[in-house]
């Protein structure tokens, strides 16, 4: 059996060569239902992926019954489906049809003794009603209000897939609630709006019944129309009781339009009939299923194949910027700085829990007022300095106005004594910056902070949490092989079923595609068991086909170093501890106590090697900045050398000016923060 199905496929894979039917650069185009060999009217509606409801009627509009799986012909484009399945409607028991029913119930029925015909008619269609199936029925009734897009509408409604509970309310609705007047347009708005309401893949079904023209609907038919456009799976049929002789006109139109058609009943004779008629018609529906050949397929090649995260404790020193910056023709600060609200905040500050240097610099006046606080002999000295450009031309009253604010800061928030605090004005400051350029005017504007105590304006000390990854990037290669053409594509990354990022697009061509661990974070990466990569495809047929979920575990290690960063084999210490004033390179009395730490941390390691590195910032020519964090890093050798290390061959310099910079010259603090040297040593990891 199953070589005579792989044989079928084969021949019927030949059948679509042999026909000019390629398996790519196919056009893409609607869905078509055919029955060879029978002249049928064909309708259908889509229920769901591969599977359709097909209405086959005869030239007397009379359903086509006995159809087989192998009469149905499914085709998109130029592309031929298997037709696996057919399958009359009323045998199904998992596709729902919704059924809505406009019955005119006014007083002409009873005048023209017809409502008792009409009762038997209803009570035979409701027999073709499943449990799965839904009624709502739509009345006459002068004394509700049943709104509909701010209409107030002369409506009564019920619902119900019970037999009898529908037999009832028709029954109520002839006897208790007989309408004196006709709103046809009003009741075949309220049914469409009921239909609107359904779900959208299920198949709906509007019939309306009416024996008289409408009269007495406070809205016009030319609203109906536009409501009734773009319903899906939605079908309207029509039995036209009224006296004259010809079908109504917009009842006829109605039907037809929305895919139905209309009935003339000449006597209540004929309601049964039209009522069994329309049965036959609903329940003899065919559900046809099928798929189509030749999907995408393929994988994702991803590397790596695992991730191994590691969490550290940072012990980190990084240098103090004594200096704030304001903006031009203000005093008080700008708001990147971080300043407290109230003493209460500054008693729980605590600058060990600071991460990185920029983070560090805009809390400065809390690590300065919390070590005032903690060193009560110690004195401040606040030099408020202008660019002398502008605005600011001779405004000593700035100037002053600058060290003032910060004074303040420091005495109400931190409780400093204002007689341990000197306030001096001065123009530009003592080692200004250049004023020939905008970013050097800026850098003027600032206030210095100085101290008589070295411990105020120390490094600062500070442990942190930090994770490093054996890969911070993970790599996804599409390995693609297209069926029929790729419709589009989506490439998902989840962690433990968290989407964490997508890329989507069109076409045959699936580029490569990155997610970078380091941007989302190795902490939140190290929270998850495993990371999966899949990638959904839909062909120019409708057909998804999605990868096979490629799952990278990861693994998250706790340990804890001081001041060291694990790379690969060997282990990494970077001090930038260093800051120079602009323009300039002698390292001044409070950087050597720095070098002379870094200097015995490089003695405890006699097997490390040293690399000095020199940094400017962008002010000036290119080779000018390069020659000057030249000049920065032979000092710090110089200084290194002095000091009787050891095997001085393993200690090497150099300058790199303004490229690569380890902060953002964008802002004064950057570019303060880039007038550094920044010592590297590096060893052999051993546990």
Not at 240 to 260: C, I
Request: charged share 25%.
């Amino acid at each position: 059996m199953k070589l005579k199905t792989a044989m079928l496929l084969i021949i019927l894979s030949m059948c679509f060569l042999l026909s000019g039917t390629g398996l790519a650069n196919i056009p893409e185009g609607k869905l078509q239902v055919l029955i060879p060999g029978h002249d049928a009217k064909i309708t259908f509606q889509e229920i769901d992926e591969g599977k359709v409801l097909v209405s086959a009627l005869d030239a007397e509009d009379n359903p086509v019954k006995d159809l087989m799986t192998e009469d149905f012909k499914v085709i998109k484009g130029e592309i031929n489906a298997i037709v696996t399945n057919a399958e009359v409607l009323k045998t199904r028991k998992d596709v729902p049809i919704h059924y809505v029913l406009m019955v005119d119930n006014s007083f002409s029925m009873e005048e023209r003794k017809a409502v008792q015909p009409l009762l038997s008619a209803l009570d035979e269609f409701v027999k073709i009603v499943r449990p799965i199936d839904e009624v709502q029925v739509v009345v006459f009734d002068g004394n509700q209000s049943f709104v509909v897009d701010g209409l107030n509408l002369r409506l009564s409604t019920f619902k119900s897939n019970n037999a009898k509970d529908l037999q009832n309310f028709f029954k109520k609705s002839f006897k208790q609630g007989m309408s004196n007047e006709t709103f046809l347009y009003e009741g075949i708005l309220g049914g469409l709006h009921l239909i609107s309401k359904l779900p959208e893949k299920d198949n709906k079904f509007l019939v309306v019944f009416s024996d008289g023209e409408d009269l007495n609907s406070n809205i016009k038919k030319e609203i109906i129309t536009p409501k009734a456009k773009g319903l899906k799976n939605f079908c309207a049929y029509a039995i036209d009781f009224m006296p004259s002789e010809k079908k109504d006109e917009f009842l006829d139109t109605f039907a037809e339009k929305n895919g139905g058609k209309s009935w003339k009943a000449a006597s209540a004779a004929n309601l049964l009939p039209i009522f069994k008629n329309i049965s036959t018609t609903l329940l003899y529906q065919y559900v046809v299923e099928y798929h189509f050949f030749n999907p995408p397929q393929g994988s994702l090649v991803v590397h790596p194949s695992a991730v191994a995260i590691e969490q550290l404790t940072i012990i980190d020193s990084s240098p103090l910027l004594n200096y704030i910056f304001f903006d031009t023709g203000q005093s008080s600060m700008p708001e990147r700085y971080h300043l407290l609200k109230t003493q209460a905040e500054a008693g729980e500050f605590d600058e060990k829990m600071l991460r990185d240097t920029i983070t560090k610099y805009y809390d400065v006046l809390n690590i300065i007022g919390k070590r005032l606080f903690e060193n009560p002999e110690a004195n401040i000295e606040l030099v408020g300095c202008i660019s002398d450009k502008g605005e600011e031309k001779n405004n000593m009253t700035l100037s002053r106005a600058r060290a003032e604010s910060v004074r303040a800061y420091l005495q109400y928030i931190w409780s400093v004594d204002p007689g341990r605090i000197a306030v001096t004005a001065r123009k530009l400051p003592e080692l200004p910056s250049t004023g020939r350029v905008e970013e050097g005017v800026f850098e003027n504007q600032r206030v210095e902070i100085h101290s008589d105590s070295p411990a105020i304006l120390d490094s600062i000390k500070s442990t942190y949490m930090f994770e490093i990854a054996d890969s911070n990037e993970i790599m996804i290669q599409p390995d693609i092989k297209p069926g029929y053409d790729i419709k589009e594509w989506k490439i998902e990354i989840k962690g433990d079923g968290q989407l964490l990022k997508s890329t989507e697009g069109q076409g045959n061509t699936i580029p490569d595609f990155s997610f970078s661990l380091a941007e989302y974070g190795l902490g939140k990466t190290g929270a998850f068991q495993s990371i999966s990569i899949s990638s959904t495809m839909t062909d120019i047929t409708g057909r998804t086909f999605i990868t096979e979920v490629v799952k990278i575990p990861v693994k998250y290690n706790k340990r804890v170093e001081n001041k060291a960063q694990k790379l690969e084999y060997k282990v990494q210490e970077r001090y930038a501890l260093i800051l120079f004033d602009f323009d300039r390179w002698e390292i001044r009395e409070r950087n050597k106590t720095v070098i002379d730490r870094v200097v015995k941390r490089i003695k405890e390691l006699p097997e490390a090697t040293v690399m000095i590195v020199g940094q400017t910032d962008i002010i000036g020519t290119e080779d000018y900045n390069v020659a000057l964090s030249l000049r920065r890093a032979q000092a710090v050798y110089q200084n290194v050398m002095d000091s009787g290390l050891s095997s001085p061959e393993r200690v090497e310099f150099k300058g790199n000016g303004p490229h690569d910079p380890p902060f953002d010259n964008a802002m004064p603090e950057g570019r303060s923060f880039n007038r550094t040297v920044i010592i590297t040593l590096e060893y052999e990891q051993t546990e």
